[in-house]
């Protein structure tokens, strides 16, 4: 059995963005809420303004800012996974979503970048939810796909959660995130700066693609210069 099928009921903390941005995502709303008044409620809404604000220049500093080769090799990993019933977690834009086959759902927190997606990959249901809890019923996928948000998640006790509740919902994950490489920090508050001149300090790790799958009990399935990915069945 997957460890993250044993690791479903820990308690959910996910810290995305500190200091001027960090957030809290608890399984239930209530609780959720609950977390948040006690917690940090003024960085739930720093992180939603991050991603708001980034929404427009999303693609052009982040896909589009690629090497043309490396973009090309994602987009080619990602339109060779099977037609199926796919749910995209953190689905942003749509930039990724819209070379997923089958039936396509993309979910994300953000409604400024879901009105981008909309556009992006008008063929996909779009639903805006911050998870976990993912809003479907046990089993409703085949294949649930991530990419760019794993990295972001602070404890593990937070990343557990994160891939018990994909596997809940679908028979396998597949994890796509930027890899470690030479001279890169292994995780790090990283100073993002945006087109607007605003900053904001966003949590990031990068792992090589043996250490992404010995950590989701996956096997790797994309290895290029930039980019890992790692499939892990239920
Ligand atoms: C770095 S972007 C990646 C977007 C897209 N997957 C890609 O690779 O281009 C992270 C996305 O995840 C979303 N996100 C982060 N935490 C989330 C959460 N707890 N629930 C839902 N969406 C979340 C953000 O709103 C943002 O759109």
């Avoid at 796919?86 to 953000?110: A, H, P």
Wanted: charge should be negative.
């Amino acid at each position: 059995m997957s460890q993250f099928r044993q690791k479903a009921t820990i308690s959910p903390h996910i810290a995305l963005v500190h200091g001027i941005a960090s957030t809290v995502f608890a399984r239930a709303r209530a609780r959720r809420y609950f977390f948040a008044v006690a917690l940090d409620l003024p960085t739930i809404r720093a992180v939603k303004e991050y991603y708001a604000r980034r929404a427009a220049e999303y693609d052009a500093t982040s896909w589009q800012a690629f090497d043309e080769a490396e973009r090309e090799t994602v987009e080619r990993f990602v339109a060779s996974l099977p037609p199926a019933r796919v749910l995209d977690i953190g689905c942003g834009t749509g930039f990724l979503t819209q070379f997923l086959r089958g039936s396509v759902v993309g979910v994300d927190q953000n409604a400024d970048v879901l009105e981008l997606a909309r556009a992006q990959v008008p063929g996909a249901e779009l639903v805006c939810a911050e998870v976990p809890p993912l809003p479907f019923a046990d089993g409703s996928f085949d294949l649930a796909f991530s990419s760019n948000v794993y990295s972001h998640i602070d404890t593990a006790a937070a990343r557990a959660e994160f891939v018990a509740e994909a596997l809940r919902v679908a028979s396998a994950v597949v994890v796509l995130e930027q890899s470690w490489r030479p001279g890169r920090e292994r995780e790090a508050w990283e100073l993002r700066r945006l087109l607007d001149g605003s900053e904001y300090r966003v949590f990031k790790r990068y792992l090589t693609s043996d250490e992404l799958a010995h950590e989701l009990d996956g096997v790797g399935v994309l290895r290029s210069a930039e980019f890992v990915a790692v499939r892990t069945p239920r």
